[in-house]
C-alpha cells in the first residue's frame, strides 16, 4: 500500500498509556490504513488476538466480514512479542 494512505496508530491507547510507555515508538505504534483499518482498529470492530491472529468482533458481521473478512485469521504484521502486551491492553480496555 503506498506511505500516503498509511497513519501511525497507537496500539496502547496514549491515554492509557505510561509515560515510558508513550516513548515506545519502536512498538507501541503501528502502520494502519486509512482506508478503514485504523477506525476497526480503533472501534474495536478489527482486534488482535493474543497469538497476533487479526479478528473481527460480532458487532456488525455482515459489514465487517464483507470489509475485514479477507484480513481475519492472517497474522497482524505489526504483531511481535515486544508490543504484544500493547495489544493485550488495548483489547482488555475493550471488553
Not at 496500539?11 to 478503514?36: P, Q
Not at 504483531?79 to 482488555?92: D, T
Request: aromatic share 10%; with cysteine.
Amino acid at each position: 500500500m503506498p506511505a500516503r494512505y498509511l497513519q501511525a496508530a497507537h496500539i496502547k491507547k496514549r491515554s492509557e498509556a505510561t509515560e515510558s510507555e508513550r516513548k515506545d515508538f519502536e512498538n507501541i505504534v503501528m502502520w494502519a490504513c486509512t482506508l478503514g483499518c485504523d477506525q476497526a482498529f480503533e472501534c474495536g470492530d478489527i482486534f488482535i488476538t493474543s497469538d497476533g491472529t487479526i479478528a473481527l468482533s460480532s458487532s456488525d458481521p455482515v459489514f465487517l466480514n464483507q470489509a475485514f473478512g479477507h484480513l481475519e485469521g492472517q497474522k497482524a504484521p505489526a504483531f511481535n512479542p515486544e508490543n504484544a502486551h500493547y495489544f493485550a491492553a488495548r483489547s482488555s480496555i475493550l471488553s
